[in-house]
């Protein structure tokens, strides 16, 4: 399969439709995603510096998807029976290896399944991640489980058709990372593009993953087939966000790194991620408020009421048009 039409979050604008609602506070930005609704189709990717325990306990609390990394992979069971001890949903990420298949064991054996587990390696395309589907539908059938991370419609419907309830798409197109620039692969440059083509294919919901650098590529994640945005760099720089803080003549800077980065592996081996620092951007539920608004606003463009409205909405390819003086 080779892609006809490539572009990138930048490149594209979407046009208005007329408006259908007096104010945009009528607009419905919820949606539904597996077993839960949610107040915005954004998740804070499953990444040491940008959530941990308590913030996931606040998402979780307060209306929105989150997922739990997978790199204190002792701590996993515990938080799952913490989240649901205080009546929320738990939502953890697992890996392929041997060990993580024990986990899955360990989890049946407790009774304790989380309502929702992310297979997260860098190549979901895989017969290891195919078999993790499997492990997770036989032994947790309760789980929804979420696959990745793929770049192509053939991934996607291998996955779903293994039995994932939905897949993950992005390789590569992450701020913190270098798998474009050390392997020559992947769909950084045209992620978009990646989107629209995997959830064309795709029975099941999509996750665009990666290269969100504005509140407008949601819509337009949206827009292109997407049912839920992970975020990573945008969502690093607040007071909640994991990351260390660091203050630089005068400025706030908080930690942000690729979690195959050398600062994660703690070695430089299979090293696809670096480190950086991200502007301090204060309280992270501010910035949640303000994505709403923003979609809020995307829906009353598209000239609907609900967030799906944006599926309908026409297009132009315009290079770059973004970062035409446009930055702020
Ligand atoms: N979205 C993205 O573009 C990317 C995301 N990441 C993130 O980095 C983290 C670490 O990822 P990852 O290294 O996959 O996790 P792991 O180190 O847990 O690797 C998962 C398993 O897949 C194998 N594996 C990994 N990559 C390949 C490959 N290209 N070909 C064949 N086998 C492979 C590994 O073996 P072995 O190590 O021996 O090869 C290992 O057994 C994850 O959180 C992932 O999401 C990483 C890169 C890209
Ligand atoms: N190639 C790599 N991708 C990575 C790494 N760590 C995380 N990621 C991916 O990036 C997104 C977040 O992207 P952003 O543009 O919103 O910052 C995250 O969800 C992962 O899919 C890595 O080390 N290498």
Not at 18 to 45: H, L, M, N, W, Y
Not at 156 to 184: F, M, S
């Amino acid at each position: 399969m080779i892609p006809s039409e490539v572009f990138d979050y930048e490149d594209v604008q979407l046009i208005p439709n007329k408006c259908v609602i007096e104010s945009r506070s009528e607009a419905d930005t919820s949606v539904q995603f597996g077993p839960q609704t949610f107040k915005i189709p954004v998740v804070p990717a499953n990444m040491e510096t940008v959530i941990n325990e308590e913030l996931a306990q606040w998402l979780a609390e307060n209306g929105y998807f989150y997922v739990m990394h997978r790199f204190e992979p002792e701590r996993r069971l515990g938080f799952i029976e913490r989240m649901h001890e205080r009546g929320l949903y738990a939502s953890i990420s697992v890996g392929v290896k041997q060990s993580e298949h024990d986990f899955i064991d360990e989890l049946a054996a407790a009774g304790q399944v989380p309502e929702y587990v992310t297979i997260d390696i860098a190549h979901g395309h895989s017969d290891s991640v195919i078999r993790m589907i499997a492990h997770l539908k036989q032994a947790l059938p309760g789980a929804f489980v979420i696959a990745g991370n793929v770049g192509t419609p053939e991934a996607v419907r291998e996955l779903e058709n293994a039995g994932a309830d939905a897949t993950k798409v992005g390789i590569g197109p992450g701020k913190a990372c270098i798998t474009k620039l050390k392997t020559g692969f992947g769909t950084g440059g045209w992620q978009l593009a990646a989107v629209r083509l995997c959830a064309k294919a795709a029975r099941k919901p999509v996750i665009a993953d990666g290269g969100i650098r504005y509140n407008g590529d949601i819509a337009k994640s949206i827009r292109f087939g997407a049912t839920m945005v992970m975020v990573g760099s945008l969502l690093a720089g607040h007071e909640e966000s994991p990351g260390g803080k660091i203050t630089i003549e005068g400025k706030t800077y908080k930690q942000y790194w690729g979690s195959a980065s050398e600062k994660q592996k703690g070695a430089y081996r299979n090293v696809e991620g670096k480190q950086m620092l991200i502007p301090y951007r204060g309280s992270i539920a501010d910035t949640l408020q303000e994505i709403r608004q923003d979609l809020q606003s995307s829906i009353s463009y598209a000239g609907g009421q609900k967030l799906m409205d944006i599926r309908h909405v026409d297009y132009v390819i315009v290079n770059n048009s973004v970062l035409n003086g446009d930055n702020y």
